[in-house]
């Protein structure tokens, strides 16, 4: 671990380039309509997830969701919505030409069947998947991929590690200029995998992964608020995450994989994976990158290095981040319900100003 630096340490305000958010979810309708003020806030741009029910599969359908969520922006905010597919065995070739076409599809994502929420429609044998996969490559269109193997008989800690050998080396190995991020990396094999493989990869990081362990999870009881998937793991992953994070390394930049369910849903026998940090995302990576003594390295993770992968411009206009203690609220509206946020009542030291 690298010491505190005198000069992080002494940071009470830092101003960003405008950052963006590489992995989210906005959902659809009313609840849309509630969660999409608090990204717009601290984000220029979202790379916006397609698991809706049904999924995002199309090129008509992505664009389609991309004017409800223009529609759905309050007057004065301003937000560019990176719209996604949901890769399905059966996506074609002609999909992706289409969607590479209208210029507004920015990337493919790859569920695994039933890995996580609203994955059923996922695909089964990547190798269906070839001759989809290959035009990608040739277009430079990027493959998000959920990483984790869904055999229920391999342990669900070990399942982001067994991908990388089952799945993540032979599909890389089968089509090398394919470019990939590995999203919400959560273990050390991943940040060990995507520092030392050749060719066009990279990862994206949760706030929430940094800052977490899985003992989280168990602090005094089951507390669901702090349930997602990948699920968190041990301390040593954690520091591995933060490592990578704050290492320069324009291989790693910011996803919040922020994912509203309502309050029933997650505080229910069977919990939704998932959670919600859409308020306080920025504050979150403050903290960790401040804990690390790395302030310093925030910028590039969190506004350079995803625009050059993506082969986006960097945001014009500027985020300012205060050392200032602030109290989460416990709850918000979501839709007619309600959304639990991560940290729910507790004090946070940093504040987006
Ligand atoms: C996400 C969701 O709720 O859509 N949940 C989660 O725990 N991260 C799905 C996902 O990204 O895996
Ligand atoms: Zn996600």
Redesign the pocket.
Known sequence: MSPITAASASLNSITLTRPDDW?L?LRDDAVLASVLPHTAKQFARAIV?P?LKPPVTTTAAALAYRERIIAALPEGMRFEPLMTLYLTNNTTPDEIRRARDSGLIHAVKL?PAG?????DAGVTDLRLCYPTLDVMQQCGMPLLV?GEVTDPAIDLFDREAVFIDQVMVPLRNDLPELKVVF??ITTKHAADYVSSASGPIAATITAHHLLYNRNAIFLGGIRPHY????VLKRESHRLALVKAATSGNPRFFLGT?S???SKGAKEHACG????YTALHAMELYAEAFDQAGALEKLEGFASLFGPSFYQLPVNSGQITLQRQDWTLPMELPLGNSTVVPLNAGETLRWKAV
Not at 115 to 119: G, I, R, W, Y
Not at 227 to 230: A, D, I, K, T, V
């Open positions: 992995h979810h997830m698991n569920y890995a996580t929420t609203n994955s959920h999203e919400h349930y997602c998937l990948p994989d994912a509203p369910h939704c994976a998932g959670c």
